[in-house]
Structures are given as C-alpha cells and as structure tokens.
C-alpha cells in the first residue's frame, strides 16, 4: 500500500517562510513526477509546482521567485519552500506523486493534504 504523507503546513504572518515535506512510504518501484497542489476556500485546486525526478520544476507564475520546490530521490520525498507569504497562499496543500508499482503500473497518489494559514 502507497502512502503519500505530508508535513510543515501551520499559521504564519505574510511575509514569512515555511517548508512543507511529503514522503512516499509502501511497496513501490519508483517514483516519478511529484508536485504539490493547493485549494482555497471556495476554490478549484490548483498546482503550484512540480518535479520530474531528474529535476525539471515548474511553478504557477504566482509563486515563481518565492517558492522553491526540490526532492530526495534517495528518500522519496518532496518539498516545497515558501518564502514571502501573501494572504492570497492560504489553503490547503496537497502533495501528488506519479508512482510505479512493482506490477510497472503508474498511478497517481495524493497526500492527506496541509494546511497553511497566512494571516496579516
């Protein structure tokens, strides 16, 4: 069973920083593209950046030169740094992976999701 599970969401005040961490756990061959997602109230979700595993990114020209997606092949894992927080990030962030089973199927997982507050 594939596990996608996220950590570092909270309350911070616009302008500050945080750095949110997802880690895939189960029988799995590899993964692959990973990202990060988020939906506000009210609100479609929405990607904010992903990953391919050799390292191409791609980000929501909203957050581009604030956030700082990056992964740990070794680990499994993605982050997403978020530096100077606008009221307009709030949500809730989902992590998303592309995994291989060892069946060499591909599905995509989410994460439980995050939630990040950004308050005046």
């Known amino acids: 069973q594939v596990q996608l599970v996220e950590s570092g969401g909270g309350l911070v005040q616009a302008g500050g920083s945080l750095r949110l961490s997802c880690a895939a756990s189960?029988?799995?061959?590899?993964?692959?593209?990973m990202g990060w997602y988020r939906q506000a109230p009210g609100k479609q979700r929405e990607l904010v950046a992903d990953?391919?595993?050799?390292?191409?990114?791609n980000y929501r020209d909203s957050v581009k030169g604030r956030f700082t997606i990056s992964r740990d092949n070794a680990k499994n894992t993605v982050y997403l740094q978020m530096n100077s927080l606008k009221l307009e990030d709030t949500g809730v962030y989902y992590c998303?992976?592309?995994?291989?089973?060892?069946?060499?199927?591909?599905?995509?997982?989410w994460g439980q999701g995050t939630q990040v507050t950004v308050s005046s």
């Open positions: 998303n992976a592309y995994i291989i089973l060892p069946t060499m199927v591909g599905r995509y997982y």
């Open positions: 189960g029988s799995f061959d590899s993964v692959n593209g």
């Open positions: 990953i391919m595993r050799v390292g191409n990114t």
